[in-house]
């Protein structure tokens, strides 16, 4: 990541509604290329934020940068060079894909050879070649994700805005899109923005993940470094019988061993570092006369540097009425 | 400068991008399709005929009442139809459709535009098929040139009404209560617009509350450009001036709301 222009600058940007401040003045910056995730349970203004880079919503107070172009002053700017994926479905059910995709690319100003070509790169790259002629209501909520995902990234933007993508997808389709993205990512240098309340969607995708909470970025840094901060990682072994003397009482003596517990028939260390710790121990055993039959390494899960830095997991959202009444609009294809 | 600047407001692609979408979402559901034309086929056929069987209009001597109600039954088509289709931008709101138009960079008087022409157009030609029917059932229409004049006038009733519906939608915000809120609203006006009684016999109260209805004007342009001069109530110029007026009026203040609608 070093080396490269930031396309996304944002300095202190604030969004209250009524009284309620739902972004409170964030700063940071995203280099290009990168995968850059907010995470964050439901309400903490990961979603506000992005519509205001998107240019959906107008700050309060502050400014953002997006490609170079100030998402107050330079509107359409900003909106020519950026995908967007929403979080709520923003596709015409009773249109096809393709259709939808056609749609989308003439409302960006492609001519129509680029249209064409541009239709077939995106449908063949998230594997939608064979539904692009099915309405949207036929297809399920997965490729339905898929299309959009596709649409936003047909104007071939400098930013891909995803905002919470795989939600209310199965598993199955979850990881699948993950792939996409990653894909998109990796070989189209497609700059990625994405929100998400999923721990491991932030861990598998993200190059840096901002945490936020109640409007605030309270830490920003790598999913690994994040992870640290929370504290060691955690190595359990069984040790073999005929060993002699009481391991635990040697392997206290190790520098970076922090902590040595015993627990249903299993040592755990708390240990400073990663993976690599594992040879040297295995290393010291064996100098030590220890014999180990077994062994786990535990790193600590992004759960837990949540926890730490917010000072409680992620808040699942209850159903209220309205979001049921939404859902249930939705599966019934909104007729009108 | 100058030119770029009005090029940004009118867009023709993303202009003819929406108002194909809009027929094609029509066509696509062919229960509104065969319901578009069937509401005023049940007026024509259950109201036109027996009427026209039972009595003669005292005021209009020698005009049948089938020829006096196709009018008004096309002007119906327009109401709702253009109603329809300005409010209709509720539903893109409520299914997210709205925040994908409204990302784009394009303007939102080149967005409305685009969608508020194919409205206009779906409901011309319900219009059409409509002056068609009651063709069939034997209604004499005046000729080519009035046609043509009842196209104008067609065009100008229906973007009045989407100007009106959008008013409406920016104003509701969301879904609740539409329904009731567009019946209380689209069917006083339908029966109050000399759709089915000559205005010129009402007595003064009633033809004062009709003289303010956008919709009479409407149906008395269709009437004078379809059937006949004699059967209008007011010249036609001054339907024309009317709709006219009211459709720069009810169009720009329809633009004026949607383009401070929140994108959800």
Known sequence: ?336 | MRALEMQRIIDPLPIYTMWLRELKRFWRVKARVVGSILMPLLFLVFLGLPMSFASRIPSLEGVGYLDFLAPGIVAMTLLFGGTMSGASVIWDKEFGFLKEVLVAPVSRFSVILGRSLGGITIATIQALVIIGIAVAMGVELSGPSGLFLALLIMILTCAIFTGFGLIIAAKLGNMEGFVAIMNLIVFPIFFLSGAFFPVQSMPAWLRYIMHINPLTYGVDGLRATLIGAHVAAFPLWLDFTVLVILCLALATSGAYFFSKMEAD
């Open chain 1, 1 to 336: 990541m070093k080396n490269r222009n930031n396309v996304i600058e944002i300095e202190s940007l604030t969004k209250e509604f009524d009284g309620l401040v739902a972004v409170d003045h964030i700063s940071l910056s995203v280099k290009e290329g990168e995968v850059f995730g907010f995470l964050g349970p439901n309400g903490a203004g990961k979603t506000t934020a992005v519509k205001m880079l998107c240019t959906i919503l107008t700050p309060t107070s502050g400014s953002a940068k997006v490609c170079g172009y100030d998402i107050i002053r330079q509107r359409d700017k900003v909106r020519e060079c950026i995908g967007i994926v929403f979080q709520d479905r923003a596709i015409d059910t009773f249109l096809t894909g393709k259709e939808n995709l056609d749609f989308h690319a003439r409302m960006y100003h492609l001519d129509r050879s680029t249209r064409e070509r541009r239709i077939t790169e995106v449908l063949d790259l998230l594997d939608l070649r064979g539904k692009e002629k099915m309405k949207i209501s036929e297809c399920s909520a997965g490729t339905q994700r898929r299309f959009e995902v596709a649409r936003g990234f047909l104007n071939h933007p400098r930013v891909l805005f995803l905002d919470e993508p795989t939600l209310g997808l199965d598993v199955q389709s979850r990881r699948n899109l993950w792939d996409y993205i990653k894909l998109l990512n990796e070989k189209e240098g497609v700059t990625i923005i994405l929100t998400t309340h999923y721990m491991e969607e932030a861990d598998y995708l993200c190059h840096r993940v901002a945490i936020i909470d109640h409007g605030r970025i309270v830490a920003v840094d790598t999913p690994e470094k994040l992870k640290q901060t929370v504290g060691s990682n955690l190595i359990s072994l069984q040790i073999g019988e005929g060993s002699s003397g009481s391991p635990a009482d040697f392997l206290k003596h190790i520098s970076w061993v922090k902590k040595v517990e015993a627990r249903d028939g299993w040592l755990e260390l708390s240990v400073e570092g990663g993976e690599e710790r594992i040879p040297e121990l295995i290393n010291f055993a064996d100098s030590h006369g220890l014999v180990i039959s077994a062994i786990k390494f535990y790193e600590p899960s992004l759960e837990d540097t949540f926890l730490h830095y917010t000072g409680k997991t992620i808040r699942e959202e209850e159903g209220s009425l309205k979001e049921l009444w939404k859902s249930w609009m939705r599966r019934t294809g909104g007729k009108r």
